[in-house]
């Protein structure tokens, strides 16, 4: 499922966060990649440690705390460390390639990527190109968000990010460990939901929609792992 979700971050967040990028510490992206990764790798990241990566860090992940949509989509279980990224002048894309189904947590504890998200820091007219390309099953799709908005893709998916020929994109990308491995079951519990909260808004409880949340929680129950 490739799911597009606006408004993770409000104004005044990301204007705080451009003005820490502005005069952020970027390094050679190369660092964190696989190797088949980092010889299609050309952008910069920040460290994670510096003061800006860890203040939008924190700021995002309290802006995916917010989305119950966010949740519904991803059933979190564990979320890899969010980076920053930029693309721009001679360090400016990202060939197609896979991220490494397996990342270490500084306290050794293991992330397996099943989902990978985007939220983009940069407005579309900022910048030429950057488009994120993502092959699935129904093809290739280029996305390029507004800023502050999220997408959020299988990890099992081959993806690059186009040559950026004017301006800057700005990202945090990070993955996800779902309690709901399967991205299928993901998709259809995220539909089941998603439906019984507009029927709930149309029509109000009642008890077919009592019954089919129940019908919601025992799918979970039988297909998660927490
Ligand atoms: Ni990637």
């Given at each position: 499922m490739l799911l597009h979700i606006p408004d993770i971050l409000n104004a005044d967040e990301l204007r705080q966060a451009r003005e820490l990028l502005a005069t952020a510490p970027w390094t050679d992206g190369k660092?964190?990649?696989?190797?088949?990764?980092?010889?299609?790798?050309?952008?910069e990241q920040l460290p994670h440690d510096c003061e800006a990566a860890r203040t939008i860090?924190?700021?995002?992940?309290?802006?995916?705390?917010?989305?119950?949509?966010?949740?519904?989509?991803?059933?979190?279980?564990?979320?890899?460390?969010?980076?920053?990224?930029?693309?721009?002048?001679?360090?400016?894309?990202?060939?197609?390639?896979?991220?490494?189904?397996?990342?270490?947590?500084?306290?050794?504890?293991?992330?397996?990527?099943?989902?990978?998200?985007?939220?983009?820091?940069?407005?579309?007219?900022?910048?030429?190109?950057?488009?994120?390309?993502?092959?699935?099953?129904?093809?290739?799709?280029?996305?390029?968000?507004?800023?502050?908005?999220?997408?959020?893709?299988?990890?099992?998916?081959?993806?690059?990010?186009?040559?950026v020929t004017r301006g800057h994109r700005l990202a945090c990308f990070f993955w996800i460990e779902s309690m709901v491995r399967s991205d299928e079951q993901r998709r259809l519990l995220y539909e089941l939901d998603m439906n019984l909260l507009q029927l709930r808004q149309q029509h109000g409880e009642c008890a077919q929609t009592t019954a089919l949340t129940g019908t919601y929680h025992n799918l979970l129950r039988m297909w998660a792992h927490t």
């Amino acid at each position: 499922m490739l799911l597009h979700i606006p408004d993770i971050l409000n104004a005044d967040e990301l204007r705080q966060a451009r003005e820490l990028l502005a005069t952020a510490p970027w390094t050679d992206g190369k660092q964190s990649a696989g190797a088949q990764a980092a010889q299609v790798k050309n952008n910069e990241q920040l460290p994670h440690d510096c003061e800006a990566a860890r203040t939008i860090r924190a700021m995002i992940l309290r802006g995916l705390d917010r989305s119950p949509r966010f949740f519904s989509a991803a059933l979190p279980k564990k979320v890899f460390t969010p980076r920053l990224n930029r693309y721009g002048g001679d360090t400016n894309y990202y060939g197609q390639h896979i991220d490494n189904a397996i990342r270490a947590l500084p306290d050794g504890q293991r992330v397996r990527t099943d989902i990978s998200c985007t939220v983009f820091l940069a407005e579309p007219h900022e910048y030429e190109g950057g488009e994120l390309c993502i092959s699935d099953t129904y093809g290739q799709q280029a996305v390029k968000l507004p800023a502050g908005h999220l997408v959020l893709y299988p990890g099992t998916s081959l993806h690059q990010v186009r040559p950026v020929t004017r301006g800057h994109r700005l990202a945090c990308f990070f993955w996800i460990e779902s309690m709901v491995r399967s991205d299928e079951q993901r998709r259809l519990l995220y539909e089941l939901d998603m439906n019984l909260l507009q029927l709930r808004q149309q029509h109000g409880e009642c008890a077919q929609t009592t019954a089919l949340t129940g019908t919601y929680h025992n799918l979970l129950r039988m297909w998660a792992h927490t």
